[in-house]
């Protein structure tokens, strides 16, 4: 591999662990603020990067949870996908791509990119569909507001598998007949 190629690789492999550490962050940091807000209420007001929810904890605390675990699951779901391309990096040969190995693992970063996509679409819709109703719920939009963007992501890794998985069965038919 090209000295370029190799530094572009470690790259973007310190680069996905970066993205992977700071979600996991964020997925924790949520998480516990969501345990303590349940038995001090008072801390809805500063929950994490200024959320403020305290105006739909106080109208309804079963609002709050689902919204509160939708940010969560979201978060953690695009944690989960990082991890998995960190895996993918690992199990990666250059000099022999297509293998079972990473075929599986652009197919599941694609399934979950759908997932989170889906999920965001969702709870983007639950979020719309409060505002109707008068809760006050736009402070936590920038959790789900990619939703779109995953969803097309999910589209083009798809491609991108199945490409590897014609490629595996090229390569394959090309060793048998050496």
């Not at 345990?35 to 609002?63: C, E, M, W």
């Not at 694609?110 to 819709?125: D, K, N, Q, S, V």
Request: proline content about 1%.
């Amino acid at each position: 591999m090209l000295q370029a190629n190799e530094f572009l690789w470690k790259f973007l492999k310190v680069i996905c662990w970066i993205i992977f550490l700071g979600l996991c962050i964020q997925t924790g940091t949520l998480l516990f603020n969501f345990i303590f807000s349940l038995f001090r209420p008072v801390a809805t007001h500063n929950l994490y990067a200024g959320l403020d929810l305290s105006k739909i904890y106080n109208q309804s605390l079963v609002l709050y949870s689902c919204l509160f675990s939708l940010a969560i699951a979201v978060s953690a779901l695009k944690a989960y996908l990082f991890y998995v391309v960190i895996k993918l990096f690992m199990q990666l040969n250059l000099k022999k791509p297509f293998n079972e190995q990473v075929s599986f693992g652009i197919t599941k970063i694609g399934y979950c990119a759908l997932f989170i996509g889906l999920l965001g679409y969702l709870a983007e819709r639950f979020n719309k569909g409060l505002l109707h109703k008068g809760y006050e719920t736009s402070v936590i939009n920038s959790y789900w507001n990619d939703s779109e963007t995953f969803l097309l992501l999910s589209a083009v890794i798809v491609v991108i598998a199945m490409i590897f998985k014609k490629g595996i069965e090229l390569q394959n038919e090309n060793d048998l007949t050496v």
